[in-house]
C-alpha cells in the first residue's frame, strides 16, 4: 500500500495518490494531470478510480483530463449533478483499489454532495480518512458556500455537525485524517499548518470537535466568516460543467509575443498586463496599467480574488522560464485566457520605444522619520485578523480583500502610504490604484514586519473589521 500526498502551498491544497496491487486511485486531483501520470508510471500502476471528496470552489480540479489521459472513472458522493461522464455513488458504496477498499461515507454541510472517503487496508480494517473540506487539521469547512434558496448557512452547519458526529466520529482514534485543505486556505477559519493527523488527536484539540451542543456548534461555525472569494461560486461551476483541455490552455498561454503584438494587442482589445515578477523589479520598471500579482506568493488566490472575469485576456511579463509554470496556476483557478507572454520582458518593451512606470518604495526608517514630522494618510492593506492583533496608531484597516469596498473613498488628491506584512500585497494594492488614477502612492518596504522594527508608534486592538465585499473592479 502507497499513500503520498500531493501538497501545493499556494493553494494550501492536499491531493492524494493510492496505489495497491498494480492499481491505483487520485483524490482531489489538481488542473495539471502530469505529476499523477509519473507517480503511476513510477508506481508500475494503473490509475483505476478519480475520487472528488466534492465541487471544490477554490481551485478547478484535474478530474476530466486526467479520466481522458488514463481511463479513470470520476467518482463524486450522493447529491453530485455533472455535465461528463461520472459515477454518482450511494453512502457506503465501496470501491476497489488494488487489495484496497475506498468507502464513501456521505458527510453533507460544506456542500450538500461532501463525501469523506474511508479508506481500507488490506485486512479491511479502517486506515484514514480522505476528509475534503468536512474535516481539517484543527478546523472544519465553512458553511456559507452551498446556501439555496431552501437553505441557510445554518442548516449546513447543522448537517455538518451530524455528520461529523455520526460518520466521522465513530472512526477509531487511530485513523489518520488527510484533509483536502491546511492553512492560508479560505475554506475554513482555523486551519493548522499542518496537513495530517491521528483522529484521535483531533477529538482533543479541534474546536469543533470538542464538547459543544449542535446550537453551540452551529453559532461558532457560523460567526466571523469572512466573505469567500468572487471566483470560489466560478471554479465550483467549471468544476460541475468542465472546462478546456489543460494542453489547449497551456499552448495558448505559452506563446511568446514581441513587443509590437503585445502592444497592438493591448491597444485593440480589453486584455491587461499580469506582471508576476517580484515587488521591487515591479516598482522600479513595469509597463504601465498593468497588475502586479507575484507568482512568488499566494498567486492564484490573489488572481482569483481580484480579477473577477475568468475570461479576462491576459498579457504576461514573468521571470525568464516562468512562463509555463504561471500559466498552470493561473488555470488552477479557472483563469484559461492567457494569451502569451512579453518575449525579453520589460527591456524588450523599453527597446521598442513603450514608456514604463514606477512606484516610489521607502524603507520603514525613512516612513518613521516621516510620520514624525507630518501627518500622512496610510493605507493597511492585510487581512483584517493581522491588523486587529497589531497596527499603526491612528491607521485603519483597508484589507486588500475588499479593494472594490473602499478604492473609490480615496482622493486622487492626496498621497498615500501603503504597507501589508512583508510587500507583497502593498505592491499589488499600489498597480490596482494606479490602474484607477490614483498615482500618489508610495511602498513601504518590508511592510509591518520591518515597521516594527522602528520606533513607529504602533497599538493592539481587538475587534476586526467586518467589511463586506461587494461590486466589481474597474478593470
Not at 334 to 356: H, L, V
Not at 399 to 412: A, E, G, R, T, V
Request: proline fraction near 4%.
Amino acid at each position: 500500500m502507497l499513500i503520498e500526498q500531493l501538497y501545493t502551498s499556494c493553494l494550501a491544497q492536499g491531493a492524494y495518490f493510492i496505489q495497491s496491487d498494480g492499481e491505483a486511485a487520485v483524490i482531489d486531483p489538481l488542473r495539471e494531470y502530469q505529476p499523477y501520470l509519473d507517480l503511476a508510471s513510477r508506481n508500475k500502476a494503473k490509475i483505476k478510480y478519480i475520487f472528488e471528496t466534492h465541487f471544490h470552489a477554490d481551485f478547478v480540479s484535474g478530474h476530466i483530463d486526467l479520466a481522458q489521459k488514463t481511463g479513470a472513472e470520476i467518482i463524486f458522493g450522493p447529491n453530485a449533478q455533472t455535465n461528463f461522464k461520472s459515477i454518482i455513488s450511494k453512502d457506503n458504496q465501496e470501491f476497489k483499489v488494488g487489495k484496497l477498499t475506498i468507502k464513501v461515507l456521505h458527510t453533507p454541510g460544506h456542500t450538500l454532495e461532501s463525501s469523506t472517503y474511508l479508506l481500507l487496508d488490506e485486512n479491511n480494517k479502517p486506515h484514514c480518512i480522505f476528509s475534503g473540506d468536512t474535516l481539517f487539521i484543527g478546523d472544519v469547512g465553512r458553511p456559507d458556500l452551498a446556501i439555496k434558496s431552501d437553505l441557510t448557512q445554518e442548516d449546513l452547519a447543522g448537517m455538518l455537525y451530524d455528520s461529523l458526529h455520526q460518520k466521522i466520529m465513530t472512526l477509531p482514534d487511530e485513523v489518520i485524517v488527510y484533509p483536502a485543505h491546511g492553512a492560508g486556505s479560505a475554506c475554513g477559519k482555523n486551519m493548522s499548518k499542518e496537513t495530517f493527523d491521528s483522529l484521535g488527536n483531533q477529538k482533543k484539540v479541534n474546536y469543533a470537535l470538542g464538547n459543544l451542543t449542535k446550537n453551540e456548534f452551529i453559532k461558532e461555525l457560523t460567526t466571523g466568516i469572512l466573505p469567500a472569494p468572487q471566483y470560489f461560486e466560478k471554479n465550483a461551476a467549471l468544476n460541475k460543467a468542465g472546462y478546456e483541455n489543460y494542453d489547449s490552455v497551456s499552448e495558448k498561454g505559452t506563446k511568446a509575443l514581441d513587443a509590437k503584438e503585445a502592444k497592438d494587442i493591448l491597444n485593440t482589445t480589453k486584455a491587461i498586463v499580469l506582471d508576476v515578477r517580484k515587488p521591487h523589479e515591479f516598482a522600479t520598471e513595469h509597463i504601465k496599467d498593468s497588475v502586479f500579482i507575484g507568482i512568488d506568493g499566494q498567486f492564484a488566490p490573489w488572481v482569483g480574488a481580484l480579477i473577477t472575469d475568468l475570461k479576462q485576456p491576459i498579457i504576461l511579463v514573468t521571470q525568464s522560464g516562468r512562463e509555463e509554470e504561471t500559466v498552470m496556476r493561473l488555470s488552477r483557478v479557472g483563469y484559461d485566457n492567457c494569451i502569451g507572454f512579453i518575449n525579453g520582458g520589460i527591456d524588450a518593451w523599453k527597446k521598442a520605444g513603450n514608456a514604463t512606470s514606477s512606484v516610489v518604495s521607502i524603507s520603514a526608517e525613512e516612513f518613521s522619520e516621516k510620520i514624525k514630522k507630518e501627518s500622512l494618510n496610510v493605507l493597511d492593506v492585510r487581512k483584517p485578523g493581522e491588523y486587529s492583533s497589531s497596527h499603526l496608531e491612528n491607521v485603519t484597516s483597508n484589507p486588500l480583500d475588499f479593494i472594490i469596498d473602499w478604492q473609490d473613498s480615496l482622493s486622487k488628491e492626496k498621497e498615500y502610504h501603503i504597507h501589508c506584512a512583508g510587500g507583497y500585497r502593498s505592491m499589488i494594492t499600489a498597480s490596482l490604484l494606479r490602474r484607477n488614477g490614483y498615482t500618489k502612492l508610495v511602498d513601504i518596504a518590508g511592510g509591518y514586519g520591518a515597521i516594527k522594527n522602528t520606533d513607529a508608534k504602533t497599538t493592539d486592538f481587538v475587534c476586526p473589521s467586518t467589511l463586506q465585499m461587494k461590486g466589481k473592479p474597474s478593470f
